[in-house]
């Protein structure tokens, strides 16, 4: 399937109403909410999603779809040890490591195998989705929580990839390698902070 910059973007207006809801305080609309602004809600999962979008339409072909999969399948499982209860050490640190070595891939343009790429944003994801498991409300229902994230995360996927496609159809592709160092840089502070 071939990737243009208007199909992502019909793709992503396509899916807005999806999430729109007049009954905001029915505990399915109040799970689906508070799961899809969790993504949204913090720097460093939000520079996470779009790194993993914009580092796959930089590396192009099967990486454009595969990558950004492997993330969100990952991140479901992750998800489920999270409001099951399950521990996972260092989750906060693997977010913020996850910030700084997208950053990283992004600005160093590095082209990994797809299955490589892939099993490493997993591992990501992993940290990501156990940290919004975990913050799921108590009066949330566990699948609209779950598909609040998940959708979040894909638009947020979505939009790297229409920045990194843009990027490159523009030819500025400079552009993205300092959008990657800015988010490294974050991902550093985040490290440290």
Do not use: N
């Not at 997208?102 to 992993?126: D, E, Q």
């Amino acid at each position: 399937m071939k990737f243009t910059l208007k199909t992502v973007m019909t793709t992503l207006l396509l899916a807005l109403p999806v999430f729109a809801s007049a009954h905001t305080g029915v505990s399915t609309a109040s799970g689906l909410s508070h799961g899809f602004g969790h993504p949204l809600g913090g720097l460093d999962h939000l520079l996470a999603m779009l790194a993993v979008g914009l580092w796959a339409a930089q590396m192009g072909g099967r990486a454009i779809w595969a990558v950004p999969c492997s993330f969100v399948l990952v991140m479901i499982a992750g998800g489920v040890l999270g409001f099951t209860g399950v521990a996972l050490p260092w989750v906060e640190q693997g977010i913020a490591v996850s910030v700084l070595l997208l950053g990283v891939l992004i600005a160093g343009a590095f082209r990994l195998p797809v299955l490589v790429s892939a099993a490493l944003v997993g591992v990501f994801a992993l940290f990501h989705g156990h940290a919004h498991g975990a913050e799921m409300p108590m009066t949330a229902g566990a699948i609209s929580y779950v598909s609040g994230f998940v959708a979040a995360t894909a638009l947020l996927h979505l939009a790297g990839i229409a920045s990194g496609l843009l990027i490159h159809k523009t030819r500025h592709d400079l552009l993205s390698r300092v959008a990657g160092g800015a988010i490294a840089m974050v991902g550093v502070y985040l490290s440290i902070a």
